[in-house]
């Protein structure tokens, strides 16, 4: 915690937002000179190197399930630091920085008071090079603005102090506690979008461009494509744009509530486990894979030595063309649909209409192109006669299922044998909702029951005797109202 308050109002501030535990041992760094903080930060090293080897040796005489890893061992530290602006002056930019960050790293709080804006993007850059992790800082006022700059991701809060760090921030909240959902819930969904989209953008563009490089060798390295030039133009822009835009936006993998119930699921993204390069060459392999099975199955089904049509013709280089893009679409467009984990109505609408685009602009480019009598008359004939032929949509469709084979096997083997720690919270998530509509269903059912049973069993009453009709029970009684004449008089009663 940076703060401009006195010493001790920041540590009552750190006591009363439960950054400081009463367990907590408080080292104070103040010194007025380099010497005394120089002795100060060597003791506080002493005494928090003896109380982690402590801490290392307890862990291991425990238990198997209650051990930890060395990466792990320097956060069960009860220390807390404090150090004020004149002392923090005479560490940064010294020989004393090492030290400190190291100190700072044993502590599981720190707070620094009475420090300038200046001195706060110190220290942030400080902790930002020193240990090479993804650092956020958060405040409210003017004088916060270099902290918030300084770091990787900048949160303003909007309040009494005005709008400078909203201003100059990445995002803007309008109280502290929304931290805990933006980093929780936002921040994890939006690292796990980015991630996926990245990869699947390698992989989708691997996956053209190797079928022109797979081509090279039977043009005689000529440079002449095996795509029309406008499918080419549409490929990105049209084809395979409103997968990625939904995916981007509504793909999530557990929702809000079960992101905030485990944090622990936040490690995901502090420990780069998504974004790696063994997961980039997995997606890039992936890519290579399908280009190889959409190029030699199409040309060696399709168009070496074979007759696709009736008339006995081979096919031409525009009718595998028109075969090996538009498998290379749909399988593209699945993929997409595979990696997304949030299915509703948009995600099937929008593979449906990437496909059905690319029929419906390759009849519009060929159907222009022959009344124009320009560039593309040939390919609509092609197309025409393409579309007519079974073996054409027979070699699609299998082309599609070995392409994707691997791909659903590997994704059934790893949910089955392998399961990540989100997979088991969404198995667990599954299993709740379905008993929690199962119970809502039963609860339903007994008051439908209940009220059948009521109804069946109430005695209907009149609000009045005399307005009973004839035969109908009075307070429950069976016994039946004589009907008075209607000629009789109140005297004759």
């Given at each position: 915690?940076?703060?401009?308050?006195?010493?001790?109002?920041?540590?009552?501030?750190?006591?009363?937002?439960?950054?400081?535990?009463?367990?907590?041992?408080?080292?104070?760094v103040d010194g007025s000179d380099k010497s005394t903080v120089t002795s100060q930060i060597q003791e506080a090293l002493e005494k928090s190197k003896a109380f982690q080897k402590?801490?290392?040796?307890?862990?291991?005489?425990?238990?198997?399930?209650?051990?930890?890893?060395?990466?792990?061992?320097?956060?069960?530290?009860?220390?807390?630091?404090?150090?004020?602006?004149?002392?923090?002056?005479?560490?940064?930019?010294?020989?004393?920085?090492?030290?400190?960050?190291?100190?700072?790293?044993?502590?599981?709080?720190?707070?620094?008071?009475?420090?300038?804006?200046?001195?706060?993007?110190?220290?942030?850059?400080?902790?930002?090079?020193?240990?090479?992790?993804?650092?956020?800082?958060?405040?409210?006022?003017?004088?916060?603005?270099?902290?918030?700059?300084?770091?990787?991701?900048?949160?303003?809060?909007?309040?009494?102090?005005?709008?400078?760090?909203?201003?100059?921030?990445?995002?803007?909240?309008?109280?502290?506690?929304?931290?805990?959902?933006?980093?929780?819930?936002?921040?994890?969904?939006?690292?796990?979008?980015?991630?996926?989209?990245?990869?699947?953008?390698?992989?989708?563009?691997?996956?053209?461009?190797?079928?022109?490089?797979?081509?090279?060798?039977?043009?005689?390295?000529?440079?002449?494509?095996?795509?029309?030039?406008?499918?080419?133009?549409?490929?990105?822009?049209?084809?395979?744009?409103?997968?990625?835009?939904?995916?981007?936006?509504?793909?999530?993998?557990?929702?809000?509530?079960?992101?905030?119930?485990?944090?622990?699921?936040?490690?995901?993204?502090?420990?780069?486990?998504?974004?790696?390069?063994?997961?980039?060459?997995?997606?890039?392999?992936?890519?290579?894979?399908?280009?190889?099975?959409?190029?030699?199955?199409?040309?060696?089904?399709?168009?070496?030595?074979?007759?696709?049509?009736?008339?006995?013709?081979?096919?031409?280089?525009?009718?595998?063309?028109?075969?090996?893009?538009?498998?290379?679409?749909?399988?593209?467009?699945?993929?997409?649909?595979?990696?997304?984990?949030?299915?509703?109505?948009?995600?099937?609408?929008?593979?449906?209409?990437?496909?059905?685009?690319?029929?419906?602009?390759?009849?519009?480019?060929?159907?222009?192109?022959?009344?124009?009598?320009?560039?593309?008359?040939?390919?609509?004939?092609?197309?025409?006669?393409?579309?007519?032929?079974?073996?054409?949509?027979?070699?699609?469709?299998?082309?599609?299922?070995?392409?994707?084979?691997?791909?659903?096997?590997?994704?059934?083997?790893?949910?089955?044998?392998?399961?990540?720690?989100?997979?088991?919270?969404?198995?667990?998530?599954?299993?709740?909702?379905?008993?929690?509509?199962?119970?809502?269903?039963?609860?339903?059912?007994?008051?439908?029951?209940?009220?059948?049973?009521?109804?069946?069993?109430?005695?209907?009453?009149?609000?009045?005797?005399?307005?009973?009709?004839?035969?109908?029970?009075?307070?429950?009684?069976?016994?039946?109202?004589?009907?008075?004449?209607?000629?009789?008089?109140?005297?004759?009663?």
């Open positions: 915690m940076l703060t401009g308050d006195k010493q001790e109002t920041a540590i009552n501030i750190a006591f009363s937002c439960g950054l400081f535990q009463n367990y907590m041992e408080m080292m104070i402590r801490s290392v040796s307890t862990v291991n005489r425990s238990t198997e399930s209650s051990r930890i890893s060395m990466s792990e061992q320097g956060k069960t530290s009860a220390f807390c630091l404090v150090i004020p602006g004149p002392s923090l002056s005479l560490v940064l930019g010294s020989d004393l920085q090492p030290d400190f960050l190291t100190l700072c790293t044993r502590c599981q709080a720190v707070v620094a008071c009475r420090v300038s804006p200046m001195q706060k993007a110190l220290v942030v850059k400080m902790v930002k090079d020193g240990l090479g992790k993804v650092c956020l800082s958060i405040g409210d006022g003017a004088n916060d603005v270099p902290m918030i700059q300084a770091a990787h991701i900048g949160v303003g809060i909007s309040g009494f102090e005005g709008l400078q760090a909203v201003m100059a921030s990445d995002f803007a909240i309008a109280q502290f506690q929304y931290l805990k959902r933006l980093l929780l819930v936002h921040g994890r969904w939006s690292y796990r979008r980015v991630s996926k989209l990245i990869f699947y953008i390698f992989y989708k563009c691997l996956a053209y461009a190797f079928i022109q490089f797979f081509f090279s060798p039977f043009n005689a390295w000529s440079g002449q494509p095996c795509f029309h030039q406008y499918m080419m133009q549409f490929y990105n822009v049209l084809f395979t744009a409103l997968p990625c835009i939904v995916f981007a936006i509504f793909d999530k993998d557990v929702d809000d509530l079960l992101s905030m119930e485990h944090p622990e699921l936040y490690r995901l993204g502090v420990e780069d486990g998504i974004f790696t390069s063994k997961a980039m060459l997995s997606w890039m392999g992936s890519g290579v894979y399908h280009a190889a099975v959409i190029f030699f199955f199409g040309y060696y089904q399709f168009a070496y030595e074979s007759h696709p049509f009736e008339d006995g013709l081979d096919g031409d280089l525009v009718q595998f063309g028109i075969l090996t893009f538009f498998v290379l679409v749909v399988i593209v467009n699945i993929r997409a649909g595979m990696i997304s984990l949030t299915w509703t109505w948009l995600m099937p609408a929008s593979l449906i209409l990437s496909v059905a685009s690319f029929l419906i602009v390759a009849f519009l480019i060929g159907a222009i192109g022959l009344s124009l009598g320009a560039l593309g008359g040939g390919f609509y004939l092609a197309l025409y006669s393409a579309m007519q032929s079974a073996r054409f949509w027979l070699c699609g469709v299998i082309t599609i299922f070995i392409a994707l084979l691997r791909d659903y096997g590997w994704r059934a083997y790893i949910r089955l044998h392998t399961p990540s720690e989100v997979i088991k919270r969404q198995v667990a998530q599954k299993k709740l909702n379905k008993m929690k509509t199962a119970v809502a269903k039963l609860v339903e059912d007994y008051k439908i029951r209940k009220e059948n049973v009521f109804r069946e069993t109430m005695i209907i009453r009149s609000g009045f005797a005399f307005d009973a009709p004839s035969g109908r029970q009075i307070g429950g009684s069976a016994a039946k109202m004589p009907r008075v004449p209607e000629n009789s008089s109140a005297s004759d009663l």
